[in-house]
């Protein structure tokens, strides 16, 4: 798996960075299948902006953060990505099956 990283108008820290690639890499294993994946870090103002893209085989997983500093957006962009794997892990079956319980 290959993790680029962009920034636009943001200078970010080796530890953030360090922190998005282990982070990446273990939900990347619990997908199994994940080509590449793309970190953005965005600045604008007072809002730091984190977007990470997962591209599985026929599928894209997008997660963003804000927050007015880059741990924190990174967090919450993880936060929202751990729910998407989670959901993507599960077979097809077994999503069907709890929509209907419901």
Excluded: C, W
Excluded at 19 to 25: D, H, M, P, T, Y
Excluded at 34 to 44: G, N, R, S, Y
Excluded at 54 to 69: I, K, M, S
């Amino acid at each position: 798996m290959q993790i680029l990283f962009r920034s636009h108008n943001a200078k970010v820290a080796a530890g953030i960075i360090r922190k998005a690639e282990l982070s990446i890499a273990k939900l990347a294993r619990r997908l199994r299948r994940v080509v590449d994946a793309h970190v953005v870090f965005e600045h604008d103002g007072p809002t730091r902006r984190v977007e990470i893209v997962l591209d599985v085989p026929r599928r894209r997983l997008v997660a963003e953060g804000r927050a007015r500093q880059y741990g924190t957006a990174l967090d919450r962009a993880l936060e929202h990505l751990a729910s998407q794997t989670n959901h993507a892990k599960r077979p097809a079956k077994e999503r069907a099956r709890r929509v209907l319980k419901t």
